[in-house]
């Protein structure tokens, strides 16, 4: 069959532009698949192999928290129905920081299923951007490069609200550094009488574009420092990090369901040990900035 400019110029159009996908060196991995597994009780991850998404059932509607890349949308949509639920169930979707591996496919996923969105203040002016913030540290990337789907309606939260769905309530806990708008969740969840404290973490690394210095601003290091503090204080049982490599997710939840005793898929611990895995980073991320000064 001969492929015409018309006939290809219809196929582009098929394609929402909300799906179309995203191009970086790490965005392949980040998005392969991986099979749905329950956390605890009624929460499920549902993330792909790089960029978690965790689906949470209240009872009267699913909450999602993160929507990774446009590409994404289609495995998590894959990975709520192989739940049994159906994408339209998600009443509200989450996001715990405006940058394009997590927030990505909220657009899509938003359409697709007539969630609500929430964020933080400075993250839901960025979702609606499409766009990392002017004071992001990754902002020297380029519009180009941070750009992602625009979000259209996003309610804003405040810190420490808590939103509510069914027998579920959500708290919000603003956690800025990574980015200005970052946001971490934690909800309590219980299955036959065992209850336990359940975050999703935002992003702890000190990552940047090249010529950024954290080190040229005190405030935001203090900031930033503030977020270790706030995210190791949470009363905690199982910690998800928005990349669930730095939990370490993927070995324990093997371990547990291998009936290995080590390591712990839930751990009081979690949150104080990925606090930990931040706060080394911007150490390390200040010491090599001093040195690059001197």
Known sequence: MLITP???AAALA??????TPIDCDACADWNRPRAPFVLHGKSWYVGTEGLSAVLIDSGDGLVLIDGALPQSAPLITASIESLGFSLGDVKWILNSHPHFDHAGGIAALQRLSGARVASTVRGAQA???GNAPHDDPQ????????AFPPVAEVSELADGAVLTLGGLSLVLHATPGHTPGGATWAWRSCDEGDCRNLVYADSLSAVSAPGFRFSDDPARVAEFRATFDRIAALDCDLAVSAHPGPTRLFERAAA?????????FVDDQSCRAYASFGRDWLDKRLAEEAAAKD
């Open 127 to 129: 979702l609606r951007l």
């Open 14 to 19: 098929a394609t929402p532009t909300d799906l």
């Open 6 to 8: 018309a006939l290809l």
């Open 256 to 264: 547990r369901d291998a009936g290995q005793a080590e390591p712990a």
């Open 139 to 146: 902002a020297g990337f380029g519009p180009e490069a941070n």
